[in-house]
Nanobody, 123 residues
């Protein structure tokens, strides 16, 4: 079992920045690839970014590429998402998730999920 707790969400103006964190506990954090997903009201949950176990490989949705950065600190059992140049369309509940393997862009391949943190970007 892996327990995940997100934090860092909030209200920000368009063009601003936020940094999300995801604290992991339970089984060895470094054994898992990690991802961020988001779900806006009335929409399906979508992939945002993912990172492999070592942090050496990262993947991004086209909609956030160049604006968001995913990173991890295995010594602190923590995953991060730095979000810059935020847009109103980035408004959503953001979830972190863990997977031992699989397609990192597919939510169906993730075994563990956090409860989510709300990000609201005002225009």
């Amino acid at each position: 079992q892996v327990q995940l707790v997100e934090s860092g969400g909030g209200l920000v103006q368009a063009g601003g920045s936020l940094r999300l964190s995801c604290a992991a506990s339970g089984r060895t954090f470094s054994s898992y690839a990690m991802g961020w997903f988001r779900q806006a009201p009335g929409k399906e949950r979508e992939f945002v970014a993912a990172i492999n176990w070592s942090g050496g490989s990262t993947y991004y949705a086209d909609s956030v590429k160049g604006r968001f950065t995913i990173s991890r600190d295995n010594a602190k059992n923590t995953l991060y998402l730095q979000m810059n140049s935020l847009k109103p369309e980035d408004t959503a509940v953001y979830y972190c998730a863990a997977t031992p393997s699989g397609r990192l862009w597919s939510e169906h391949d993730y075994d563990y999920w956090g409860q989510g943190t709300q990000v609201t970007v005002s225009s």
